[in-house]
């Protein structure tokens, strides 16, 4: 039966690019909902956000990474080694490039960081609505100059053009795997994940170096109130009991700022009034324990 020899099969697929190429854009085209925040201005992405991509026969959990791009700060040292982890890692990358601007400094830096791995490397032209089609040919000799890319592909992330062509390219660097999420997962509730990356951006920013970036959050629960209120429970997992000491910090100062922070943010996402609870929690050696959490990035 031909059925049978159909595997399914999963993969991780990062995203990179130089800010405002529209690798947010992209993803929230391709999962059909708001979950990267976008913006105009560069680096809003500051963690892998990721969406899940799921169809009868595959499933693609893409990695939203914050762009390879020369360091000026500590903050911006991570961003470049957390997207290099993700590149090594990954069954496929797309480089997504904006067909509008020319060529960059910027592009090289990445394209030489891609030439490290081993990693297929899809060349994704983006914005192709805002140039001529015969503009493509020179912008692709161009990229080809500089690296062998598995697969060149012209996209509008905003429009939609070519993204499903782009998806079914995908599928041939997809080994046979499990399904990672439940096909509703991800899609019903994309927000989860931009509401715990965006506590998690609070805790690195107001503990500097005294907190891993391992560190991870889980949004437990999250439901609209009768009243309106979106009701967000959320643990924060440490390694060490010192760790959860700095988080919490002095007479739960340090939580009681993230929260705040945090639910200022989360009320401009959502759009609602918001009541925010967390809880920091020890569990040791956590990172080993779930395979899922470590594939998308949440180690040193
Ligand atoms: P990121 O920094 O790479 O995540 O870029 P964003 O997804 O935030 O997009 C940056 C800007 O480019 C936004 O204003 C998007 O609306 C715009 N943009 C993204 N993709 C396209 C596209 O295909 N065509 C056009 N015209 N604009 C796009
Ligand atoms: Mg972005
Ligand atoms: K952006």
């Not at 762009?67 to 990358?93: C, Q, W, Y």
């Not at 053009?161 to 991800?186: I, K, R, S, T």
């Not at 609870?277 to 180690?299: A, I, M, P, S, Y």
Request: charged letters at 25%.
């Amino acid at each position: 039966d031909n059925n049978e020899n159909k595997r399914f099969r999963s993969g991780f697929v990062a995203i990179v690019g130089r800010p405002n190429v529209g690798k947010s854009t992209l993803i929230n085209q391709i999962i059909g909902q708001k979950i990267a925040i976008m913006s105009d201005k560069p680096q809003t992405t500051r963690n892998k956000i990721h969406g899940v991509y799921t169809t009868e026969g595959a499933q693609i959990v893409f990695l939203d990474t914050p762009g390879i791009h020369k360091p000026t700060s500590k903050l911006g040292d991570f961003m470049v080694r957390s997207a290099e982890n993700a590149l090594s890692e990954v069954d496929a990358a797309l480089f997504l490039v904006d067909v509008a601007e020319g060529l960059g400094g910027g592009d090289r830096f990445i394209i030489e960081k891609l030439k490290k791995t081993n990693t297929p490397i899809v060349l994704v032209l983006n914005k192709i609505d805002k140039v001529h089609p015969e503009a493509l040919l020179p912008i692709i000799a161009q990229y080809k100059d500089l690296h062998d890319f598995a697969q060149i592909v012209p996209i509008s992330a905003l429009q939609g053009n070519n993204v499903q062509a782009l998806l079914d390219q995908l599928l041939q660097y997809l080994p046979e795997g499990p399904q990672y999420y439940p096909a509703d997962q991800v899609t019903d509730h994309p927000e989860q994940f931009v509401c715990a990356e965006l506590i998690r951006e609070k805790i690195l920013h107001m503990t500097r170096e005294e907190i891993p970036h391992s560190i991870a959050v889980e949004i437990e629960d999250m439901r609209v109130k009768d009243n309106g209120v979106v009701y967000i429970g959320a643990v924060i997992y440490v390694e060490r009991d010192s760790q959860k000491g700095i988080v919490i910090g002095k007479n739960g100062a340090l939580l009681k700022e993230v929260g705040k922070q945090a639910r200022q943010d989360i009320e401009t996402l959502l759009g609602s009034r918001t009541f925010l609870e967390l809880w920091v929690k020890v569990k040791k050696d956590w990172r080993n324990q779930d395979r899922v959490l470590k594939d998308l990035g949440f180690r040193n």
